[in-house]
């Protein structure tokens, strides 16, 4: 609406939330209100304790003990109400909450009675209801240890940030060795959410096994498995020889919209589940990195993906391809800035017309590589000379009209970006478009707009339309396979990849090239799970609007409550003058 959408789900669980731990403070007052006559003491006694409750969280980072913080974190009102609040509503924070009540309203009823015994019986009947409460309170939190065991949860966030996806939970239940996943800090200090996605983990298959390890009391633990320094909050998981390092500061990443906003995005789950996926695996292919002809290197964050999902990455020139051939999972040409020899592409086509894959990403800059060019039409692929310039003002970015985020096509290799609303951004990019070959099939990954342009000459102004430029529409990225099982990729613009430029999509240029890889080397299941956007979804008011809110709210609920009040007290005089 015009006012914002409502998260229904996760407004609910806030509702149950407010309105379970305000049942929680008011039993607890009243009971404090039954030790004393006194409205003061009562009142004072009541503030400190609520005080107390609302600090614990505080009090959790003061003590060395684990084990204290660990009851005092369970035993938590205000971590359990920040939950609900949250979005995870779990049975064991309701029936604890009820619990709670239910307790301190019990222990108000035996205060209250045992002001009525006298004598003898009052010492008995005192002896007897202390050793109901004590019963009460052991059963009552073995109770509730027990509902905490069976972890019932469920995820009311609009955003699902506690869930894992269905891909995740294939993966984890085939998964047939011990893994080890280490917490670099404290049970009681982990973020809960985190720690709400590790148990799903565990409890897919037993052979799953989450440990804290705070650094505090085991300062030395990483270093078994981590050369250099690490994070308190981050993992590392373990099976059998193999380990993998997870940072915290990748938890989150930040990813631009179409509307020149940021959305927060929640990356633990592919982080965690790409490090599983890495120590799992025994074997691990090798993705061969051409040289020779001005490639370039590959930014971190494509070799860690590429490692995340269990690939090794060397580089190599066409003369090693007759030799290990056999063993290359993808030969990869990264933006190549001079042209390749006769000798060269009869290499290329050799390997794909044997079942290899080839990606190639495209410098838009270049000066047109005749021999590559021409065999990649060979192929079904028609490389268009200049840089792709687009009219439509939403498929562009930063006023730049080369700054391009193409329609994502739906493919198995795109599919995960676009149920996660991911876009992938390209800077400077030469435009595709699929050449009639008998025996391949092509599909667009990646498309244009029908009003953009690929200019030719680059020198001058690029956002002046001549008639020598070629007229879209085009792809940005394309797919061909072949009869014989090869299979080429061909993205138009290597600046994608680029660190910097990945960054301002969340990774989505990263997840969209290992996509590719992983479903080219026939590894579909473990196409890259794309993290959980969290969209803030901005309210809009009028000025109209806010003085009817500010009125509502300052003035017209306190007065009703004030006249009600002031009407019961006064039925109440009345009722005793009778």
């Known amino acids: 609406s015009f006012h914002g959408n409502v998260p229904i789900s996760n407004t609910i669980s806030g509702f149950i939330g407010y309105i379970l731990f305000g049942m929680c403070l008011i039993a607890i007052g009243m009971f404090i209100s039954t030790l004393t006559e006194s409205v003061v003491v009562s009142g004072v006694v009541t503030i400190v304790t609520f005080l107390a409750l609302y600090l614990s969280g505080y009090f959790i980072n003061l003590t060395s003990s684990e084990s204290i913080a660990s009851i005092v974190n369970w035993a938590s009102i205000d971590n359990r109400f920040s939950q609900l609040t949250s979005g995870l509503m779990t049975l064991g924070n309701i029936f604890y909450m009820i619990s709670v009540i239910a307790i301190f309203i019990f222990l108000s009823i035996q205060v209250i009675q045992r002001r009525r015994y006298k004598g003898?019986?009052?010492?008995?009947?005192?002896?007897?209801?202390?050793?109901?409460?004590?019963?009460?309170?052991?059963?009552?939190?073995?109770?509730?240890?027990?509902?905490?065991?069976?972890?019932?949860?469920?995820?009311?966030?609009?955003?699902?940030?506690?869930?894992?996806?269905?891909q995740t939970e294939n993966?984890?239940?085939?998964?047939d060795k011990e893994v080890n996943i280490y917490v670099l800090q404290s049970s009681s200090d982990f973020e809960v959410g985190y720690k709400e996605i590790l148990a799903k983990y565990s409890k897919l298959n037993s052979k799953v096994n989450i440990e804290y390890r705070s650094l505090d009391k085991y300062p030395e633990?990483?270093?078994?498995?981590?050369?250099?320094?690490?994070?308190?909050?981050?993992?590392?998981?373990?099976?059998?020889?193999?380990?993998?390092?997870?940072?915290?500061?990748?938890?989150?990443?930040?990813?631009?919209?179409?509307?020149?906003s940021y959305d927060y995005v929640i990356e633990f789950e592919p982080l965690l589940t790409g490090a599983i996926n890495y120590v799992v695996e025994s074997n691990t292919p090798i993705i061969y990195n051409i040289t020779g002809h001005g490639e370039k290197s590959f930014g971190d964050n494509v070799i860690n993906a590429i490692k995340r999902d269990n690939f090794a990455i060397e580089n190599a020139s066409l003369f090693d391809i007759d030799s290990v051939g056999s063993s290359i999972a993808v030969l990869v040409i990264n933006s190549p800035t001079s042209d390749f020899?006769?000798?060269?592409?009869?290499?290329?086509?050799?390997?794909?017309?044997?079942?290899?894959?080839?990606?190639?990403?495209?410098?838009?800059?270049?000066?047109?590589?005749?021999?590559?060019?021409?065999?990649?039409?060979?192929?079904?692929?028609?490389?268009?000379?200049?840089?792709?310039?687009?009219?439509?003002?939403?498929?562009?970015?930063?006023?730049?009209?080369?700054?391009?985020?193409?329609?994502?096509?739906?493919?198995?290799?795109?599919?995960?970006?676009?149920?996660?609303?991911?876009?992938?951004?390209t800077v400077v990019s030469k435009g595709l478009t699929p050449y009639d070959k008998s025996g391949y099939?092509?599909?667009?990954?990646?498309?244009?707009?029908?009003?953009?342009?690929?200019?030719?000459?680059?020198?001058?102004?690029?956002?002046?339309?001549?008639?020598?430029?070629?007229?879209?529409?085009?792809?940005?990225?394309?797919?061909?396979?072949s009869d014989n099982g090869?299979?080429?990729?061909?993205?138009?613009?290597?600046?994608?990849?680029?660190?910097?430029?990945?960054?301002?999509?969340?990774?989505?240029?990263?997840?969209?090239?290992?996509?590719?890889?992983?479903?080219m080397y026939e590894q579909e299941d473990k196409i890259s799970i794309r993290g959980t956007s969290i969209i803030d979804d901005t309210g809009l008011y009028t000025g109209n609007?806010?003085?009817?809110?500010?009125?509502?709210?300052?003035?017209?609920?306190?007065?009703?409550f004030v006249i009600t009040g002031i009407i019961v007290k006064v039925r109440r005089v009345k009722y005793k003058a009778k």
């Open 171 to 175: 993966i984890v239940k085939n998964i």
């Open 545 to 560: 609007d806010r003085n009817i809110l500010l009125i509502l709210s300052i003035v017209v609920i306190p007065s009703i």
């Open 120 to 166: 003898e019986s009052k010492l008995k009947k005192g002896a007897y209801s202390i050793g109901i409460i004590v019963v009460i309170l052991v059963g009552s939190i073995g109770i509730n240890v027990l509902v905490d065991k069976l972890n019932i949860t469920f995820d009311l966030s609009s955003d699902k940030v506690y869930s894992i996806s269905e």
């Open 341 to 425: 020899s006769k000798d060269d592409i009869k290499k290329l086509e050799d390997y794909i017309n044997n079942g290899g894959n080839i990606y190639i990403t495209l410098d838009a800059v270049t000066e047109y590589l005749d021999n590559l060019y021409g065999f990649i039409k060979d192929y079904g692929i028609k490389v268009i000379d200049g840089v792709v310039v687009e009219e439509d003002a939403n498929m562009y970015v930063m006023e730049t009209q080369y700054y391009l985020l193409p329609n994502v096509v739906s493919h198995t290799i795109t599919n995960p970006l676009i149920n996660n609303s991911g876009y992938v951004l």
């Open 441 to 481: 099939k092509t599909y667009s990954l990646l498309s244009t707009s029908s009003t953009c342009y690929s200019k030719i000459a680059v020198s001058e102004d690029i956002t002046e339309r001549l008639d020598s430029d070629v007229d879209g529409p085009f792809s940005i990225a394309m797919l061909s396979e």
């Open 221 to 260: 633990f990483a270093s078994q498995y981590v050369s250099g320094d690490v994070n308190v909050g981050s993992l590392i998981v373990v099976s059998g020889d193999k380990s993998y390092y997870v940072d915290c500061n990748d938890y989150m990443t930040y990813a631009k919209t179409s509307s020149y």
């Open 486 to 519: 090869g299979k080429l990729i061909v993205f138009g613009s290597s600046e994608a990849l680029e660190d910097e430029v990945d960054q301002q999509v969340g990774g989505s240029n990263t997840d969209f090239f290992v996509n590719g890889i992983e479903y």
